[in-house]
């Protein structure tokens, strides 16, 4: 079809796209696997071969450097492929951080009448990268072919994006603990009052930890302990709640009685987490007092 703006090609929005990758690069998570797509409208005639070219942006490059390793092909459910036929792919390494992936289909039937992934590429941050930055993956040439090997619509789609984030935030500062002596309920418990120094820099949230020294109500007689790091489940500690790096306290109650020990991490919002902060002595959750069976004190 032709008109006043020049040709028109109904095919045109087919396109070959990358995927943002699902999740941030951090220093303990440093490679990443993004999709390449090839986004077909049309049905018909089949495609046999799609070549597509990709650039690194500078802010990354290759997990291993090696492309047959780090370029996968796609096979399965989802990928551009005809189950009845085997895939071929080739791939050259252009230099700066291009590349260029071919994929054919081999055999009978000849192609295929839809699109879908065509391989995966596996990158990490490059050595420019030091605390924060975002790179792409972006598709610089399409060309795909029918059958006959004639030239099918084709063309780059979207770029993938990258969140780099290799800080760690600081260690929550002035972390203490008070126990609540006024206002608490009749539960047998006290709350206890946190406090902290909000955290600066690269920080979205704060995690708080609790441990108890064990064995109530007489403390020496069992297996209890002075809570120490590390800091965690695996450890006896229990996580007491997240919260927004902006809050400066929290009031605590636990369930039990104790004489608690708290700690805390900061965290962004790739998952970077602090070293832990300081640990506080401990603090009980119930008051002190004299005993009486109702008749004899003491």
């Known amino acids: ?90 791939i050259l390494d252009n230099g700066g951080g291009s590349y260029t992936v071919d994929r054919t289909i ?35 040439a399409v060309t795909v072919r029918d059958c006959a090997n004639a030239t099918l619509a084709g063309s780059p789609g979207a770029a993938g994006h990258v969140a780099i984030n290799l800080s760690t935030p600081a260690a929550l500062a002035g972390l203490t603990a008070a126990q609540v002596k006024t206002g608490n309920d009749s539960d047998g418990t006290t709350e206890i009052a946190l406090s902290w120094t909000a955290p600066t820099g690269d920080a979205d949230f704060i995690t708080i930890w609790r441990k108890g020294y064990g064995d109530y109500p007489e403390y020496n007689d069992g297996t209890g302990a002075v809570a120490v790091a590390p800091v965690d489940a695996g450890h006896g500690w229990a996580l007491v ?47 002190l007092g004299d005993v009486t069976d109702g008749i004899v004190n003491g």
Do not use: M
Not at 30 to 57: H, I, K, M
Not at 112 to 133: D, I, M, Q, R, Y
Not at 275 to 283: F, H, K
């Open 241 to 287: 709640t997240t919260l927004p790096a902006t809050s400066t306290g929290y009031t605590d109650e636990p369930a039990v009685r104790d004489f608690w020990y708290y700690a805390a991490y900061v965290a962004d919002e790739c998952g970077n987490t602090s070293p832990v902060s300081a640990i506080t002595g401990g603090t009980l959750n119930y008051h």
């Open 106 to 140: 081999i055999g009978e039937p000849c192609g295929s009448s839809h699109g879908g992934t065509l391989f995966h590429v596996n990158v990490k941050p490059s050595s420019l990268v030091t605390t924060e930055a975002i790179g792409t993956v972006t598709v610089t």
């Open 1 to 90: 079809l032709s008109g006043i703006g020049g040709a028109c090609n109904q095919y045109a929005d087919n396109n070959v796209s990358v995927a943002d990758a699902p999740a941030c690069v951090t220093s303990s998570s440093a490679c990443v696997s993004l999709p390449v797509t090839f986004n077909r409208l049309d049905t018909t005639p089949d495609s046999r071969g799609v070549s597509v070219t990709f650039q690194l942006s500078p802010e990354l490059e290759l997990c291993t450097g090696n492309p047959d390793f780090d370029i996968t092909p796609a096979t399965g459910a989802g990928s551009w492929s005809h189950p009845n036929t085997n895939l071929w792919v080739e």
